[in-house]
């Protein structure tokens, strides 16, 4: 099968993708990542389609760089492991559940301009003060500030909080 175009990884994607994904639960013992390591080998065929086409089998191809990409993330979990046993970094004590609050927020974050969206989480979620939101988004203070009171506003409004939406 010859890759021409993404209608053609569309088609190796439906016909390749749950073959792929079981191959990769039995070697990682995990669906979630199993997809995860299917989704990005499809993500780097995507980027490198030249490649894709020169292959006699794609689906051979995707399954190997699928295979790498999950030795590499085993690989990566297994030094995490080292570095926390020795100490040097502790996991937090336990993971708080996930709120109502919090899913309401998420997919009302999901609504939003993706740069009014990106502004929002670098800001308050990653605490980025506005200037670095400001370098990372690649546009002026201004501009930040004008999406975080857009963003906060819409959210208000969204989440049902009617001081901000009055602000």
């Known amino acids: 099968m010859t890759v021409d175009g993404e209608t053609d990884l569309r088609a190796i994607y439906a016909a390749s993708a749950g073959r792929l994904v079981a191959v990769l639960y039995g070697l990682t013992g995990d669906f979630a990542e199993a997809e ?3 989704h990005e080998a499809f993500a780097r065929a995507l980027s490198r389609p030249a490649r894709l086409r020169e292959v006699a089998s794609p689906e051979a191809w995707l399954r190997t760089v699928a295979m790498n990409i999950a030795r590499t993330r085993f690989r990566r979990r297994l ?3 080292r570095i926390v046993h020795s100490g040097r970094l502790r996991r937090p004590e ?3 559940p996930i709120s109502p609050d919090r899913v309401a927020l998420a997919a009302a974050l999901q ?3 993706r740069p009014v969206r990106e502004c929002l989480v670098l800001h308050y979620i990653a605490d980025l003060a ?3 939101v400001a370098l990372a988004q690649g546009c002026s203070v201004d501009a930040v500030k004008s999406r975080l009171m857009r963003g ?3 959210l208000a409004a969204r989440l049902g909080d009617k001081e901000e939406s009055r602000a």
């Open 36 to 38: 995860d390591v299917v």
């Open 94 to 96: 336990s993971t708080p």
């Open 79 to 81: 030094l995490l492991d």
């Open 130 to 132: 506005i200037a670095e």
């Open 111 to 113: 609504e939003l301009p």
């Open 152 to 154: 906060r506003r819409a």
